[in-house]
């Protein structure tokens, strides 16, 4: 909400140096910094997508693309909590145009093994290989929704993950796989079991 209260009166490059320069966030906030950062991307695709002419385009995309690698350059990964790296990473993913760049977020805490974002994280990156036209990334996504979907005692995790299954394999035109998949979670949506 304050981000949108401020461009009301200022503009994309204020708002890059306002949140740089953000008094009472010291440089070792790093998760706040983190967030104010994705939140300056945010702002300057919506430039892009608005810009009016290729030159005026052009030179917004290049902002996001170098405040991608600002973003990468500025944390290591190493440094975040694995609850900033999920809430980064979906944010990456969920609104901005390059979802593909949440994948390092949520590598980091696989990596770690903390059992407690685990499943968001594999729930997050099997959601990015979903996207992806290639076999190997949809096997990845769904390797990834299985994960959750056999581990998750979260019922709307658990059923958004047997969803994505059977999009996928209908992406992947496993029309077969995809219908007993469907009929494995309408059963067990409706409380009944395939045995």
Request: proline residues 2%; aromatic residues 8%.
């Amino acid at each position: 909400h304050y981000t949108e209260a401020y461009m009301e009166a200022h503009s994309a490059e204020q708002l890059r140096d306002h949140y740089r320069a953000f008094e009472g966030i010291s440089l070792d906030m790093k998760a706040a910094r983190a967030i104010l950062a994705v939140e300056v991307i945010r702002i300057f695709e919506k430039v892009a997508k608005k810009a009016e002419g290729e030159d005026a385009k052009m030179a917004a995309q290049a902002t996001v693309k170098n405040l991608f690698a600002d973003l990468k350059n500025q944390f290591d990964l190493k440094d975040l909590a694995s609850s900033i790296l999920i809430n980064v990473g979906d944010y990456l993913r969920m609104n901005t145009s390059a979802p593909r760049e949440a994948l390092p977020f949520y590598s980091e805490v696989l990596e770690r093994k903390d059992e407690q974002y685990r499943l968001d994280a594999l729930n997050g990156r099997g959601a990015i290989y979903a996207l992806s036209p290639l076999p190997g990334d949809l096997e990845k996504g769904l390797e990834d929704f299985r994960a959750v979907a056999a581990e998750t005692e979260d019922k709307g995790l658990k059923e958004e993950a047997l969803f994505n299954i059977i999009k996928i394999l209908m992406g992947k035109n496993d029309h077969a796989a995809a219908d007993t998949k469907a009929r494995e979670f309408l059963l067990k949506k409706n409380g009944f079991t395939t045995n």
